[in-house]
């Protein structure tokens, strides 16, 4: 065996950030961290949370190594990393930088050991730094043994903690820390990180690759690390997009999206022959269904905002196919699509017979529903009506012709009630007005009033409106109110809630068009001059008189000198 392939280290620890600037997508800690580390306001103690393999421990350590720096001046923040001590933190043998894995070390005996250290003070180092890695993992009693020393620590002592599970710590330790939220790596930084990695390297990669390992990392940078790693071993020269999708265990997605385009078509055969031989070709099966329901949320995404289409991470090929797939979809449709697969991914995870399984699976999502959709049969109901109601009118048209003009009359009365027969059946609704309008006039005066003053309406179309109901406390509130609309309408309404502040209610909208109406009548001259003559007297609200006579405009001059009440 060669020195060379005794020295080799993986890319994730041979590329691990040393300096606060080495650091990716970790902005605003790097700006918190470096102003208190310049301005000597460092914490005794911090906490580091966020998924796997974003730097939280490596984040511990450059603290450290800046802390301890031999060589750092009073107004930098980075380590130099090439003093002793520097060096010694990053091959983990300073002996004043105590590095504690909670997984193994849970009890309270261990924390002990810890607070006992704690009253000596550091032997080389400016600091005497405790990073315990995996801190949620410490038991109660543990925990409760570390208030009193984490809360007044001795001025050399400081805590770094990391975590993934920042839930389970309680927050009386997290109270006593500051806290940072690490962020997952975006795709387009974590991209270009590897692709200077290759770079340094000396491996080529083409652009369908790396997107397939920055997807599968899930913004970890340890993860596309490693996958990096794992394609080089499998290609040392050139990177595929197959090579990675083999290596993965990844289906062939266009293969997915013939998978999926089979099943909304209710082509039995042809789905399960694509989903044969998409398990010949080495897919495993439950990556099949994993990329499956991937593809579904994809759906979803682009039925709902067609601009997620404009992401270049997506491929071009997945657009063009996603795009073609929604056209005869519903959200309603993707929703029950989701739930199904859901429960089946949920099946093949406990299961034996996977591929089997998998088939029913299929099976069951064609099979679910075999029919038209509500929104096909609310559609035919329409067109139905509509015919109906235009045949009625030719039918009148031609009587009224060949009929004199009191005929005429008779037929055209007959004419308008059987045409307002229909329209009462299948009641428009043209605004959230004349929605809240119909409880008035149906005598529902609680929800009336409810939805007046109370409702913010978000959204409204014909059949669905969006509202934020959060002063609302009934929990049957939406289905009482589609309920009754549906009943009298004679359509179905849907009633969705929505945590949106940007909607205004009925109420508050009145009050701004009355204030609105009020400033225009206080321009008018002869109210001005009206007010100006009164001092203190203010307009309250203007009422609309639809029927008013002449006696009510004749104003003798008794009546002037009189009070006049404060509230027009």
């Known amino acids: 065996?060669?020195?060379?392939?005794?020295?080799?280290?993986?890319?994730?620890?041979?590329?691990?950030?040393?300096?606060?600037?080495?650091?990716?997508?970790?902005?605003?800690?790097?700006?918190?961290?470096?102003?208190?580390?310049?301005?000597?306001?460092?914490?005794?103690?911090?906490?580091?949370?966020?998924?796997?393999?974003?730097?939280?421990?490596?984040?511990?350590?450059?603290?450290?190594?800046?802390?301890?720096?031999?060589?750092?001046?009073?107004?930098?923040?980075?380590?130099?990393?090439?003093?002793?001590?520097?060096?010694?933190?990053?091959?983990?043998?300073?002996?004043?930088?105590?590095?504690?894995?909670?997984?193994?070390?849970?009890?309270?005996?261990?924390?002990?050991?810890?607070?006992?250290?704690?009253?000596?003070?550091?032997?080389?180092?400016?600091?005497?730094?405790?990073?315990?890695?995996?801190?949620?993992?410490?038991?109660?009693?543990?925990?409760?043994?570390?208030?009193?020393?984490?809360?007044?620590?001795?001025?050399?002592?400081?805590?770094?903690?990391?975590?993934?599970?920042?839930?389970?710590?309680?927050?009386?330790?997290?109270?006593?820390?500051?806290?940072?939220?690490?962020?997952?790596?975006?795709?387009?930084?974590?991209?270009?990180?590897?692709?200077?990695?290759?770079?340094?390297?000396?491996?080529?990669?083409?652009?369908?690759?790396?997107?397939?390992?920055?997807?599968?990392?899930?913004?970890?940078?340890?993860?596309?690390?490693?996958?990096?790693?794992?394609?080089?071993?499998?290609?040392?020269?050139?990177?595929?997009?197959?090579?990675?999708?083999?290596?993965?265990?990844?289906?062939?997605?266009?293969?997915?999206?013939?998978?999926?385009?089979?099943?909304?078509?209710?082509?039995?055969?042809?789905?399960?022959?694509?989903?044969?031989?998409?398990?010949?070709?080495?897919?495993?099966?439950?990556?099949?269904?994993?990329?499956?329901?991937?593809?579904?949320?994809?759906?979803?995404?682009?039925?709902?905002?067609?601009k997620y289409l404009e992401d270049q991470f997506i491929p071009e090929l997945e657009k063009k196919l996603g795009s073609e797939l929604i056209k005869n979809l519903s959200l309603s449709n993707l929703g029950m699509m989701w739930q199904l697969l859901f429960k089946g991914y949920q099946e093949l995870q406990k299961g034996i017979f996977l591929y089997q399984h998998g088939e029913m699976i299929i099976i069951r999502l064609i099979y679910f529903y075999d029919g038209p959709s509500p929104e096909g049969l609310l559609n035919k109901i329409e067109k139905e009506i509509q015919k109906n109601t235009n045949n009625k009118d030719k039918k009148f048209s031609i009587q009224s012709e060949s009929s004199n003009f009191e005929t005429n009359n008779i037929e055209k009365n007959k004419s308008e009630k059987k045409i307002n027969k229909t329209e009462s059946n299948l009641t428009k609704i043209d605004s959230f007005r004349d929605f809240v309008n119909i409880f008035y006039k149906k005598r529902e005066g609680i929800l009336h009033s409810k939805l007046y003053n109370l409702v913010k309406l978000i959204s409204f179309e014909e059949g669905k409106i969006i509202i934020n109901k959060e002063s609302i406390s009934d929990k049957d509130f939406n289905r009482k109110v589609a309920k009754l609309i549906s009943k009298w309408t004679g359509r179905i309404w849907t009633v969705i809630d929505s945590d949106s502040n940007i909607g205004k209610s009925l109420q508050e909208e009145d009050l701004i068009n009355l204030q609105n109406k009020i400033q225009i009548f206080k321009k008018n001259k002869d109210i001005k001059d009206f007010l100006d003559k009164f001092p203190g007297v203010s307009i309250h609200s203007i009422t609309p008189i639809i029927e008013t006579s002449d006696k009510e405009f004749e104003y003798d001059n008794q009546i002037k000198n009189k009070d006049i009440n404060k509230e027009i």
């Open 1 to 306: 065996m060669t020195t060379k392939n005794l020295e080799y280290r993986v890319l994730a620890r041979k590329y691990r950030p040393q300096k606060f600037s080495d650091l990716i997508g970790q902005e605003i800690l790097v700006k918190v961290l470096s102003n208190a580390i310049k301005n000597n306001r460092v914490a005794h103690s911090y906490i580091l949370t966020g998924v796997r393999g974003i730097g939280k421990t490596t984040t511990a350590r450059i603290i450290a190594m800046a802390l301890n720096c031999n060589n750092r001046q009073i107004d930098e923040f980075e380590p130099c990393v090439q003093c002793d001590s520097c060096i010694s933190i990053k091959e983990d043998r300073n002996i004043d930088v105590i590095e504690l894995d909670a997984a193994s070390k849970t009890g309270v005996e261990d924390v002990r050991d810890i607070i006992d250290n704690v009253k000596y003070k550091p032997v080389n180092s400016n600091y005497k730094i405790f990073i315990i890695d995996e801190v949620h993992m410490l038991s109660k009693n543990a925990f409760n043994a570390l208030l009193k020393t984490l809360e007044e620590p001795p001025s050399h002592i400081k805590f770094i903690f990391a975590t993934t599970e920042i839930k389970k710590i309680p927050i009386t330790i997290i109270s006593r820390c500051q806290r940072f939220d690490l962020l997952r790596i975006n795709s387009v930084e974590l991209s270009k990180y590897l692709l200077k990695i290759t770079n340094s390297e000396k491996i080529e990669i083409n652009d369908e690759a790396l997107r397939l390992i920055v997807r599968a990392a899930d913004g970890s940078v340890r993860d596309a690390l490693s996958l990096l790693d794992q394609a080089i071993a499998n290609e040392s020269n050139k990177i595929t997009a197959e090579t990675v999708s083999s290596m993965l265990g990844l289906a062939d997605r266009s293969k997915v999206f013939e998978l999926l385009n089979s099943i909304f078509k209710s082509e039995v055969e042809s789905a399960l022959n694509i989903y044969k031989n998409l398990y010949e070709s080495g897919a495993d099966i439950l990556m099949i269904f994993d990329e499956m329901l991937k593809i579904i949320h994809f759906l979803t995404q682009i039925k709902i905002s067609p």
